[in-house]
C-alpha cells in the first residue's frame, strides 16, 4: 500500500507542467473534463455490450475501411520489404511513386504534371495538413476551413498564430461553403482556403462552377487553396473530378490525395501533395525538416497500387452496394436521405425524438439514445444543424451477411420509433 505521502506525490504536478506550451492548454494540460465525441461514443458501446451482452452491435461508426489492401500490393510489399535498395532513409521520396502518381492524375483526371517538381510523397494524408499551414501561416493570418470538416489543417493553423474561419457546410446550400458571406477584413487576412470533396463527412460533392468560382476568387483575393481529395476515387454520382482540372487552379493551389479509402491502405501511410510547383516546394522543405520518408518498400508498393485502376473501382462498387441497401433501409426507416456524391458516409438529417416521447435536443444525444437502447453505432455531428453519420465500412464477408446485417438495422430501426 503507498503512503499518504507517496500518493500525493504521484497526484501532484510535475515540475514541468507550468512548461506546457499554450497551444496545447499551457498549465491546465492534461486537467480538461471534457469529453470528447468519440469517448462519449465509446462509452456508450461499452454500456450497451454490458446491459446487453448477447446483442450485436450494428456498427455505422467505423471510419476506416474494413478491407485489407489489394494481394497482389500485399505480394508486392513482401518482395519490396526484402531488396537491400529499400532500406535507407526516403527523405522526400522515391521518383517511382511520384511518377506513378503523376500517370495516375494524367489518367483520371487528364491533369498534367512533372513528377520531379509537382509532386511530392506524404505518410498519409494528415501530416500534410499539420505540415501546409507551416508554409504560410504566420500569426494573425486566417485559414478557411469547411464545417464540419477534418479539422488538422485547423489546429496547425492555430499552433502558428492563426486563426481559423469557420465556413459551414448548409444542405440548403449543398454542402458547398458560401464564399460570398465571408466578410473582407477576413479575406484580407486570408492565407488558405481548405476544401474537401467529396466532402467527409456530408457526402457531397463539388461541381465545376464551384471549383471556377474558388479559382477566380483565389486570384482575386490573393489566397493559396488546400483541396483534400481524400476520399477522390469513392466518387458515385459520376467520374470522380480532381479541383487541378478546373482552368487555372494549378496557379492557386494543391489537391492532396490519400491512398487510405481509394486503395484500402489506411495503415500504409502513404499520400501525395500536388499541384503549384512553388507550394509542393514549400510542403517538401517543411516535410524535410519533419520526417525523413515513408519506407521505400512501401512507396514501391503504393506506386504499383496507383498504377492499377482496377482497385479503386472494385472498393467504389462494394461502398456503392453498400450505401443503396443503407439508403433504402433508411429511407424505409424515415430517415430523408438519398446515395451521396461520394465518400463511404451517409449523412442524414438526426431525429428530433421518438413515437414514445423522448425528444433528443442534438445528434448527440440521439447517437446515445440509439447505441445504448438499439445497438446501432452512428457518429454525430452538430456543427451546422444535427446530423447522423453512417459509415458502410462495416465488417460484412459477404454479400450475404451485407442483407443479414441491413435486415437487423431494419428491424431495430423499427423499433426505434424515430420522429423528425
Ligand atoms: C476528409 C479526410 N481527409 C483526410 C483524411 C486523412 O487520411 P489519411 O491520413 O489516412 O490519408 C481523412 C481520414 O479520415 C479524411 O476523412
Known sequence: MSTATEKDSQTADPYFQSLFADRIGGADYGKGTEIYKFEKIKRAKRKAMADFPDRHLLDFGIGENDAMADDKVRQLMAAEVDK????????????????????????????????????????????????????????????????PGYPVAGTHTRYYGGEVFKLPLLSENNFL?????????????????????????????????????????????????????????????????????????????????????????????????????????????????????????????AAAALDDDSIPTRIREKYLRRMRKLVAVLKDCGFECEVPGGTYFLYAKSPSGTKSGETFAAAEDATRHLIENFGIVTVPWDDAGSFLRFSVTYVAETEAAEDALMEETKKRLGDAGLVW
Open 84 to 147: 537491400v535498395e529499400n532500406r535507407g532513409y526516403a527523405d522526400n521520396g522515391v521518383i517511382e511513386y511520384k511518377e506513378a502518381a503523376a500517370r495516375f492524375m494524367d489518367r483520371n483526371f487528364g491533369v498534367k504534371l512533372d513528377a520531379a517538381t509537382q509532386v511530392n510523397h506524404c505518410i498519409g494524408s494528415k501530416p500534410a495538413y499539420a505540415m501546409l499551414p507551416a508554409c504560410f501561416i504566420n500569426p494573425g493570418d486566417v485559414t478557411l476551413m469547411t464545417v
Open 177 to 301: 461553403p458560401d464564399l460570398d458571406a465571408v466578410p473582407d477584413d477576413i479575406y484580407r487576412r486570408t492565407k488558405i482556403l481548405v476544401l474537401n470533396y467529396p466532402n467527409s463527412p456530408t457526402g457531397a460533392t463539388a461541381t465545376s462552377e464551384f471549383f471556377e468560382k474558388v479559382v477566380a476568387l483565389a486570384k482575386e483575393k490573393e489566397f493559396v487553396v488546400v483541396q483534400d481529395a481524400a476520399h477522390i476515387m469513392l466518387t458515385f454520382d459520376g467520374k470522380p473530378t480532381s479541383f487541378l482540372e478546373t482552368p487555372g487552379a494549378m496557379d492557386v493551389g494543391v489537391e492532396v490525395h490519400s491512398m487510405s479509402k481509394g486503395y484500402d491502405m489506411i495503415g500504409w501511410r502513404m499520400g501525395f501533395v500536388c499541384g503549384h510547383e512553388r507550394i509542393v516546394a514549400a510542403f517538401s522543405d517543411v516535410k524535410d525538416n519533419s520526417d525523413s520518408g515513408q519506407f521505400i518498400a512501401t512507396q514501391k508498393a
